[in-house]
């Protein structure tokens, strides 16, 4: 795997659980290489406060794991939606807008 996953883009974003609302950083890092083959790129994604560690989303190219890695994030707010947790980055229910 190619250990230079040049940039790391992140939002910070608002999650409400029962416990309360805490901010927390949505992050996904530019994609990279992987040595899985010649064409499989990966991207670093990360939910702090959700995720345990960072998981890696993998595309034919750099596009395709980008939109993989998004599409990913948009379903794990969803699934975290379905339990009764709201994340927003702009307002409350604009799902960290993505």
Not at 53 to 58: G, K, L, M, N, S
Request: net charge negative.
């Amino acid at each position: 795997m190619d250990a230079q996953a040049a940039e790391v883009f992140r939002r910070k974003v608002s999650l409400r659980t029962d416990a309360g609302v805490v901010e927390c950083v949505l992050q996904l890092s530019s994609p990279f290489r992987d040595d899985l083959g010649p064409t499989c790129w990966g991207c670093r994604v990360f939910l702090s406060e959700v995720m345990l560690r960072e998981h890696i989303v993998y595309g034919v190219d750099e596009i395709d794991a980008i939109a993989n890695s998004i599409r990913y994030l948009k379903m794990l707010i969803a699934k975290h939606k379905e339990m009764g947790w709201k994340i927003w980055w702009i307002e409350e229910g604009d799902d960290g807008c993505l």
